[in-house]
């Protein structure tokens, strides 16, 4: 998520209805639809609880979306992505003068999200003495820019999401439990991709939509099965990078559960390369004799090695989730070196650094 304030008039996005935004027919889909409809038209506060990449931003979009304030702003702020000495004025705004470098009066969220609805992502991460900031204010509704004077009325639905164990996180001293109380008068649960598999399918023509008929992939009945028996650590997020990370590797072919393996990195037993890296898990690929091979024919030793070469480049580009940089030292090669090899055998890149 963007440091960056995201304000977005929902009633204009492309999803209109909550199951465009929560996909699947799982029973833990179709409770948490069930939840979302009930609070969407209310103002109480939401805590989303769920894994990390399971989707509670876009479980907070549909809410927004499905209730009252569709038509008002929606703004969205990681509180653990933002400095410690800055997450006051993201929150509240400043006035110009009111520390070195703000140069400019500023609005903050809570502002720029008056009758909308602001999202808290990771509120678990915000430093203790915030919380108490944040509690006046919504006891309030009322905040006060930094170095201001005035306090200015809000009116914002707060929807907060976090990975951790909150309760834990009381019992620990790290966050108020009178916050918790404000933050969470209802709490929603995101199920993992993994207690929901029966919704890959679904997920996968998700993620595709839009994208040219003859140029995606495809994945086959033993594609899906491999997929459904993954343990999905990374969720909904990393379902998504493998289905990109196919349709370029794959453009327009059927994978099947053997390229469902190397899409995961899970490939069979390799032979070993005293040369590769620790961190680089079985780049190496199968050498696996063609008919004539196994007949006293010529072998092509040219071309089974520019095929081994480029199984390896492609697997090393899906381990480092197309980074060019981090493929070549998988490879034990140069950046430069890679990106000739690339051209030469007309391998994409997936996201250049």
Request: net charge neutral.
């Amino acid at each position: 998520m963007s440091l960056s304030t995201i304000l977005a008039n929902t009633a204009s996005a492309k999803p209109s209805t909550i199951e465009e935004y929560l996909i699947g027919d799982s029973q833990p889909m179709n409770m948490l639809r069930d939840m979302v409809r009930r609070v969407a038209n209310s103002s109480a506060s939401v805590m989303i609880c769920g894994a990390s990449g399971s989707g509670k931003e876009v479980v907070a979009r549909a809410i927004h979306a499905s209730g009252t304030r569709a038509a008002k702003p929606y703004v969205a702020l990681n509180c653990g992505a933002i400095p410690a000495e800055l997450i006051e004025s993201e929150l509240f705004g400043h006035e110009r003068g009111a520390f070195t470098g703000a140069q400019a009066r500023r609005t903050g969220h809570f502002e720029n999200a008056d009758k909308g609805t602001l999202f808290l992502d990771e509120i678990g991460d915000m430093r203790f003495d915030m919380q108490v900031k944040l509690l006046r204010v919504l006891e309030d509704g009322l905040v006060s820019r930094v170095g201001g004077n005035s306090a200015l009325p809000v009116d914002v639905r707060i929807i907060s999401a976090t990975h951790q164990n909150i309760e834990q996180a009381i019992t620990d001293g790290r966050f108020r439990e009178d916050l918790f109380f404000r933050l969470g008068v209802v709490l929603l649960h995101v199920p993992t991709l993994a207690e929901r598999t029966g919704d890959i399918p679904q997920l996968i023509s998700h993620f595709q939509r839009g994208k040219d008929a003859a140029g995606k992939c495809h994945f086959d009945n033993t594609a899906i099965e491999r997929l459904r028996s993954h343990n999905w650590p990374g969720n909904v997020r990393e379902l998504r990078n493998i289905v990109e990370r196919a349709n370029v590797l794959f453009h327009g072919e059927t994978i099947d559960a053997f390229g469902v393996d190397q899409l995961l990195g899970r490939t069979p037993p390799r032979i070993s390369n005293s040369r590769a890296p620790a961190t680089m898990p079985n780049l190496a690929p199968v050498f696996q004799p063609t008919p004539a091979q196994k007949s006293d024919g010529p072998i092509d030793l040219k071309a089974q090695i520019e095929s081994i070469e480029l199984e390896r480049i492609q697997t090393a580009l899906g381990h480092a989730d197309g980074v060019i940089s981090e493929a070549a030292r998988l490879l034990t090669l140069k950046r430069t070196t890679l990106i000739e090899k690339m051209r030469k055998y007309g391998v994409d890149r997936i996201a250049a650094q």
